[in-house]
């Protein structure tokens, strides 16, 4: 996958953000990933096999990848996240109309993360297995990605068969009340909640490559609704 695929993400992130707010024409709803049915979460599960055959999951992940120094440490984290679970959604949409990335709030299981629901055997999937730590459940059970070589999707929880504790909602919620600048508030959610759920659930989430694992949507997409409280608080 070339480079250029991921320029056009940021170029669009930077053009949206300078045109200011928009009027939608429609509105999809993002719903907390908690809530969904094991048949929503099968659609899901649908909708990424077909994108992962078609090379999708790996050209995201590549993406993202070459991008990494250029969207993180800076004020281009929230604009370019938010632009680029919008890409993977349109794709998605092409196989499935009624597809929307849900959201993952992680500060609902921050003393127990690996018992949270949404990393169940019918959601996102349990810890990985084997040598190679390969997700064997959830919706990416067994898949394969190409990026940087052909491997399986991977996760390794940083403490063995356990996650250690991430942020406490009123800790997130105090930066959403209270940071005044967009580099304070992009400086605090990306080095504390953002971080603890790449580095606890490891793997293919512990890389550059991170958007080959669909935790990283969800988990994006909610970062992109505390920056959507924050600019309208």
């Known amino acids: 996958m070339k480079l250029g695929f991921g320029l056009v993400l940021v170029a669009l992130a930077a053009v949206g953000s300078a045109q200011g707010p928009q009027r939608c024409s429609s509105n999809r709803v993002r719903r907390n990933a908690a809530s969904l049915s094991s048949q929503e979460w099968a659609s899901i599960a649908n909708v990424l096999s077909q994108m992962n055959n078609d090379g999708w999951m790996s050209r995201f992940g590549a993406s993202h990848d070459r991008l990494f120094s250029r969207v993180h440490g800076n004020t281009c984290f929230f604009p370019f996240h938010r632009r680029y679970v919008l890409e993977f959604e349109n794709i998605a949409r092409t196989y ?5 990335v849900p959201y993952w709030d992680a500060t609902e299981s921050f003393r127990n ?5 949404v990393l169940s055997a019918t959601a996102l999937g349990t810890n990985g297995e084997g040598n190679d730590h390969c997700l064997t459940t959830g919706i990416q059970a067994n ?3 190409t990026y940087p070589d052909q491997h399986c999707v991977r996760r390794n929880f940083d403490q063995g068969n356990s996650i ?4 406490a909602p009123e800790i997130i919620s105090s930066y959403v009340q209270s940071d005044t600048s967009l580099a304070t508030f992009r400086e605090n959610i990306e080095y504390s909640i953002h971080g603890a759920v790449h580095l606890g659930l490891g ?3 512990d890389t550059g490559y991170a958007a080959q694992d669909f ?3 969800v988990h994006h997409a909610n970062l992109d609704r505390l920056w959507w409280d924050w600019q309208n608080g």
């Open 113 to 117: 993360p690996a018992g949270d629901p």
């Open 215 to 217: 935790s990283f949507m």
């Open 143 to 145: 898949m394969q990605v």
């Open 96 to 100: 499935d109309p009624s597809f929307v």
């Open 164 to 167: 250690g504790s991430w942020y």
């Open 203 to 205: 793997g293919e989430m």
